[in-house]
């Protein structure tokens, strides 16, 4: 059964508007959480992270939102940019530095 | 700085055959792992080391071996290969060192090797 799950297989956006992206997980174990960037033929890069222990983020444009009681964590992205389409996975640290990555989700950000 | 270097960035096998999948940072990392990309299951944890010398299994390590005589090399091994490891394979690393208190784990990924299995 997978730990963390993206419902959401993909997502279209209007450039300049909010993008929300969601992440679900089961394990209460997890201590920390991280939102990470895909382009095509590129490897995955770190976007933003949160501690189990704060309920925001916020880098730049990008925020993050962990709700513990509802095991529910989302990326906010404000405003949009083209640039912004890529494929986007939440993923969850367990013991150790061992990841658990969900499905991700396909952001398009139209012009 | 190079980061994460792997190689090849493509591969054409077929079934049974063997190779290896090369990974090298230059971070000095302690963590390193091997993790495959299927479409719709995100990335799997293949293999993943804490250090040189100690090596342990992920989520899916059957048909995958690994080592790591060095802190700055973890090859991933393809014994005999088979259709079913057709896919994006990622290596990444980490440090312990730069955790902070609430226990971070930035992992810096390679650009992947994409193998097929025919």
């Known amino acids: 059964d997978q730990q963390v799950k993206q419902n959401s297989p993909s997502l279209s956006v209007q450039e300049g508007r909010i993008s929300i992206l969601n992440c679900d997980y089961t394990n209460s174990m997890f201590d920390y959480f991280l939102w990470y960037k895909k382009y095509p033929a590129e490897g995955p890069t770190f976007l933003i992270s949160?501690?189990?222990?704060?309920d925001k983020n916020e880098d730049g444009r990008f925020t993050v939102f962990l709700n513990k009681s509802a095991k529910h964590l989302s990326l906010h992205i404000v405003p949009s940019q083209p640039g912004d389409s890529a494929v986007y996975f939440c993923?969850?640290?367990?013991?150790?530095?061992?990841?658990?990555f969900g499905a991700g989700t396909i952001l398009r950000v139209k012009s | 700085n190079a980061g994460v270097t792997q190689t090849p960035k493509f591969q054409v096998l077929k079934t049974g055959q063997s190779m290896t999948l090369q990974c090298a940072q230059d971070m000095n990392h302690e963590y390193m792992s091997w993790y495959r990309q299927d479409p719709g299951m995100g990335l799997r944890l293949i293999h993943y080391?804490?250090?040189?010398?100690?090596?342990d299994q992920g989520e899916v390590p059957n048909g995958y071996n690994v080592s790591r005589s060095t802190t700055e090399d973890f090859p991933l091994r393809l014994l005999s290969a088979a259709p079913s490891q057709t896919s994006v394979y990622f290596c990444a690393s980490s440090s312990f060192r730069l955790a902070g208190g609430g226990g971070k784990n930035i992992q810096y990924f390679g650009a992947g090797t994409r193998l097929s299995v025919l």
């Open positions: 993923a969850a640290k367990e013991y150790g530095n061992k990841l658990v």
């Open positions: 949160i501690s189990s222990i704060k």
């Open positions: 080391s804490v250090g040189a010398g100690i090596t």
